[in-house]
């Protein structure tokens, strides 16, 4: 089936401390994503809108029943604009060491990569951002002390930002108005085609 990431799929044993994995949920609906550490566990952004936290948690709990996947790096061309939604990015990626100091950094200090929010600072963001960033801890502590790490300065730091989920944006929106007011997205859909 076109699209869908199955050759993604990556078994437990072989994944490397720093690699970017990702869940699907069901039906493909979204895909939850971390950054593995060593010794099963992985540091990821939950989905808990509004809080400021980045944690450690097991690998089992993080895949819940769900396979494991390894996210993509430097996949461009045709191969990018077929791919699910938040499966792999245009941009080449760094160390996996660094991606990991970089988590474990950010697990150390929860809320300073700031709140969830599902279409704009997500868990795919925060994995993304360490895997392709090249600030290194010493920058970050730096940047820290000196009162300026926000997320603007976080993401003037990094070569990709998520563009998978920049694909997925318009779906979400739109979603996120049928839940809210279904008779809106009904109107807006409508009247978004008249001359």
């Known amino acids: 089936m076109a699209g869908l990431s199955v050759n993604h799929r990556i078994e437990r044993e072989q994944l490397t401390g720093g690699d970017h994995i990702y869940a699907h949920t ?20 939950p989905c808990r809108t509004g809080l400021p936290t980045v944690e450690r948690i097991s690998l089992v709990e993080f895949l819940d029943v769900h396979n494991c996947r390894l996210y993509k790096y430097g996949v461009n061309g045709a ?24 988590a474990r950094w950010f697990a150390a200090h929860p809320d300073v990569f700031g709140r969830y929010d599902a279409s704009s600072w997500n868990c795919e963001h925060f994995a993304t951002f360490c895997c392709t960033t090249w600030l ?25 930002w998520s563009g998978q989920t920049q694909k997925a944006l318009p779906h979400l929106r739109a979603a996120a108005r049928v839940a809210s007011s279904p008779l809106a997205f009904v109107v807006d859909t409508v009247t978004s085609h008249l001359p």
Request: hydrophobic share 35%.
């Open 136 to 160: 290194t801890v010493a920058a970050l502590e730096d940047a820290l002390a000196e009162g300026k790490l926000t997320r603007q300065y976080l993401l003037g730091n990094s070569h990709a």
């Open 26 to 45: 069901a039906l493909y609906a979204y895909s939850h994503h971390a950054i593995y550490d060593d010794k099963g566990f992985v540091i990821h952004h």
């Open 79 to 102: 191969k990018e604009k077929v791919a699910v939604s938040g499966t792999v990015c245009k941009y080449s990626r760094n160390d996996c060491r660094n991606s990991l100091d970089l």
